[in-house]
């Protein structure tokens, strides 16, 4: 993951642009794999870390609507959690996950390991990817935070 990162960091300091991340199944790792690397504060603005609902409609503005009719993982969520992260941040690109990490909390139409990637550029439109990940908790966790930087550093390319 540390050369996921390292290349996510050329290129955010190539173009001069720094990351906001707004992250519920992670709880801050993909934060805190960014900010581990010295020199992060060049390329790295906030992170939230939004994992109650509330959290989602207070701090990135997700709508209780959307939450209503989709749920917190759902795709429509990672996309409002990306606009809401690029919206109260000074960050040119965001990325949001928002999923369900285990062992618990799966049901037959979302699964444990079901995980939603947004991502967006200021101005531009948020997007998400959804992703059934296999393994533990921990598992779970870690494939999110490496996939999450494989997206940004595919949007910046």
Known sequence: MSDLVDKLGD???EKKWQLATAESCTGGMISTAITDKAGSSEIFDRGFIT???EAKMELL???HSTLEEFGAVSEETAEEMTKGALAKSNANIAVAV???AGPGGGTPKKPVGLVYIGYGL???IAQSTKH???GTREEIRLQTT???LKHLLS???
């Open 51 to 53: 994992y109650s609902n």
């Open 122 to 124: 200021k101005g531009g």
């Open 146 to 148: 490496k996939e999450a």
């Open 98 to 100: 928002t999923g369900i």
């Open 61 to 63: 503005g997700v709508r």
């Open 11 to 13: 290129k955010l300091r």
């Open 155 to 157: 949007i910046i390319k």
């Open 132 to 134: 059934n990940f296999k």
